[in-house]
């Protein structure tokens, strides 16, 4: 289980999308939301969206990993979506926030937590503008968001940078082919050799 966190701006969505386009063997995880559909997302790809009423009921029925409430919307990653992965023997990119992080590490769930960082505040608010979708006050509260964010990146695994999404995205991948050859997780390719457990 790889999660990435980040601000909104720093660049999170476009390098988890390239990450699942060119390595292999990893899924992102589709988080149940209860915010409204953008133009051109689709249902069971981009999220699950559903009502509050059942996103509630999810948390009553303890059916989720982690959720959290983020611009004032209910998101959160079921327990079975982390199963499924699990049993296909696939690794799973979560996109989520701080908070939900934070619940999986609370809840000793196994994973590799990286934080995406801008190169700092004014190149993040200048991206924000260029997007030119939101208005002066929904950018002004990303602003205050992105700082409560990032005073949480130090608990995090690794940080990155994005500066240049071309170094930011070598270095992901770094990040996810390393931990992927950690003794840990490749104790199993030592069978053949008779070699488990010897000095
Ligand atoms: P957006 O609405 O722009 O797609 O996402 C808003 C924020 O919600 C992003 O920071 C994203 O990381 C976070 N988010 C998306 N899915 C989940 C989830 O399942 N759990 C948590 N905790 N945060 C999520």
């Known amino acids: 289980m ?5 601000p909104s701006g720093a660049g999170k969505s476009s390098l988890c999308r390239e990450l699942i386009d060119s390595l292999p063997n990893l899924r992102q995880s589709i988080s149940f ?4 559909k953008r133009e ?12 509050p009423e059942a996103f509630q009921s999810m948390i009553e029925q303890q059916q ?29 990119l979560l996109d989520i ?4 992080a ?6 000793h769930q196994q994973g590799v937590f990286v934080f995406i960082l801008p190169p700092d505040y004014a190149e993040l608010e200048k991206r924000l503008r260029e997007r030119g979708t939101d208005s002066e006050d929904v950018i002004q509260r990303r602003m205050k968001n992105a ?26 991948v770094a ?10 997780r490749t104790m199993h390719l030592l069978e053949k050799f008779n070699a488990k457990g010897e000095i």
């Open 40 to 51: 051109g997302e689709q249902d069971g790809v981009d999220y699950h969206f559903i009502r």
């Open 64 to 92: 989720l990993a982690e959720w959290a409430e983020v611009h004032g919307n209910l998101y959160g990653t079921s327990l079975n979506t982390l199963t499924d992965a699990a049993d296909a023997g696939i690794d799973l």
């Open 2 to 6: 790889f999660v990435v966190s980040a």
């Open 97 to 100: 926030d701080c908070q939900g």
């Open 147 to 172: 700082a409560q964010e990032i005073s949480q990146a130090h608990w995090y695994d690794y940080l990155v940078v994005n500066d240049n999404f071309e170094s930011a995205r070598e270095s992901l």
């Open 102 to 107: 934070a619940q999986l590490i609370n809840n």
């Open 33 to 36: 939301a209860t915010r409204n």
């Open 175 to 184: 990040i996810i082919t390393a931990e992927r050859c950690r003794g840990r």
